[in-house]
């Protein structure tokens, strides 16, 4: 009878396995999201998901990537002068393909990491992907800084505290928040929150940024700064109606890469544009074909000069800027 039990636990303890495995592999759940659902930790669930490897309930097999998106990605950094250009594959549902390229984007960041370093981020539906699924080999002493300012959301991704805390938690290092809104109501009291201490050395700080995690948003009204919940109806059908394809750290940008001037200008509590553009390593990811001005107007300005994006996207924007050469 005691050997029939020990089998039944045996069996019960693989089953468990496979069930998580299946969670994570086949149904896209990220490791927190399968703890919460069993009720473990979510370094339990990390732990259990090398031992289905190590088991061979699960196996990997490596599809190198095609010449195809090789030179795809080599020809962006060409176009746009960029450090780095990953192309990832297309198919599945769009949640998929924005969960890929951000695990794309965290693996890039895995591998130019190192100790005494201090990297910056915002917030926004794929920083926050990005930090769901980031994990380390080991807890680097590094910092972590937040450019932008808070959200009154209770949405994750608009939570600037709640994603630098759950990515600063990876490092041996401090989480340094920015208390202060994302938008203000008027350029006064930015110019007077600009002079408390508090903040002053907080922006001090941000100008020793090595590397940031960047968003690359449409300027519709699904973006971040429509759902900020600082804006009046009134001045969200203001920004409709300017000339931006994308917000960079709030800031509207046009497709030709220019700051355009909106109802948000001078309003905005995060790091400035051209102490952006000073940060070594600023990467940014975007998915979906729909975007392909905004990843133009990001790339175009020198926002970014890491770029992780889908092939279609990568392919629309290729002919997008040898169409804008040839008209001029």
Known sequence: MAQNNLSNKSENYEDMLIYIAELYYLKGLSQQQ?????????????????????????????????GKRVYTASQLEQMFNLKKAIVVPNGGTS????????????????????????????????????????TVDRKYDIDVIQLLGGVNSKLRD????????????????????????????????KQLLMQEPPIKEHFSKMKKTDIAILGIGNHTPQ????????????????????DAVTDICGYGIDIEGNPVETVT????????LDILKTIPVRIGCLSGVEKSQAVLGALRGGYINVLVIDEETANAVMIAEVDNKHSK
């Open 265 to 272: 200008t001078g309003r905005i509590i995060g790091i400035e």
């Open 95 to 134: 949640e998929q393909l924005r969960r890929r390229v951000a695990v794309e984007a965290g693996e890039y960041l895995g591998s130019i990491l190192k100790d005494d370093i201090l990297i910056g981020i915002n917030w926004g539906s794929t920083v926050y992907e990005i930090v769901k699924n980031f």
């Open 223 to 242: 973006s971040s700064i429509y759902n900020s919940g600082y804006l009046t109806d009134e001045e969200m059908e203001m920004l409709k109606n300017d």
């Open 158 to 189: 608009a939570d600037g505290q709640h994603i630098l805390q759950a990515f600063s938690s990876n490092f041996n290092g401090t989480g340094y928040i920015l208390n202060a809104p994302f938008i203000v109501q008027n350029k006064e009291i």
């Open 34 to 66: 399968i703890a919460d659902i069993t009720h473990q930790s979510r370094t339990n669930i990390s732990r259990l998901l090398k031992i289905c490897v190590e088991k061979g309930i699960v196996e990997f097999r490596i599809k190198k990537p095609t």
